[in-house]
């Protein structure tokens, strides 16, 4: 699923630098300049990460962290011109997850950015208790939309495709022969000398595997079938 960060800051050029660096690795974001908006738009919108700045004109950073927290606990990483220990420790004390000191890197505030977003979903346990939400390492799998991600990559698959990748991954670590695969998600009689099956497995791979001719996720188990 593609990951929504909000981004809260007053200054208009880092605001922007912020959310090019971001939507080019695949992020969506919203922009707002102070902890008013910011806290108003949580009200009736989803975020997986919020990048919030700490000198903020009126509500300042600080004090937008602790009411954020009294309902949310999604990551908040504070950025500050301040780069005093005392600062660092005020942010992280009032519940933000990480500091980061202007001017900084903007590949750096990537590097973090996927590290918090990597232990959220990890730990979230609203996310892993989703039914229709399916996780098996970087891939993840959304039967209720029908979509597909590797890496926060969003992987384009026919209905059919995301038909035989969901009943793989819905029985993970089990065994599936070809003929019940094919009755499963065809409803009809397999035939011995039908490849069908083994097309879509191959076309799959190419979609959601790094590399296809060595799968991490869809294993042949030969002369039986596949399994995730």
Request: charged share 30%.
């Amino acid at each position: 699923m593609i990951s929504k960060i909000l981004v809260v800051d007053d200054d208009e050029n880092i605001k922007k630098l912020i959310s090019i660096y971001l939507e080019n690795e695949g992020y969506t974001t919203s922009l707002v300049s102070n902890a008013e908006e910011a806290l108003a738009l949580l009200q009736h919108e989803d975020f997986d990460l919020i990048i919030l700045d700490i000198m903020l004109p009126g509500l300042n950073g600080i004090e937008a962290c602790i009411k954020i927290r009294e309902e949310k606990t999604l990551p908040i990483i504070m950025i500050s011109a301040k780069s005093e220990d005392l600062d660092k420790i005020q942010g992280l004390s009032s519940g933000a997850d990480d500091y980061l000191t202007k001017p900084f890197n903007p590949l750096e505030l990537i590097a973090r950015v996927k590290s918090q977003l990597r232990r959220y979903k990890k730990y979230n346990h609203v996310q892993k208790n989703d039914e229709s939400i399916v996780e098996v390492g970087d891939l993840q799998l959304n039967s209720e939309t029908r979509q597909v991600w590797v890496r926060n990559e969003e992987k384009r698959l026919t209905p059919k495709e995301f038909e035989i990748l969901e009943l793989l991954v819905r029985n993970k670590g089990i065994v599936l022969s070809v003929s019940k695969i094919f009755e499963a998600i065809w409803k009809e009689d397999f035939l011995k000398s039908d490849n069908t099956v083994m097309v879509h497995i191959t076309n799959i791979r190419d979609k959601i595997e790094d590399d296809p001719k060595h799968p991490i996720y869809i294993k042949t188990v030969w002369g039986i079938g596949y399994k995730v």
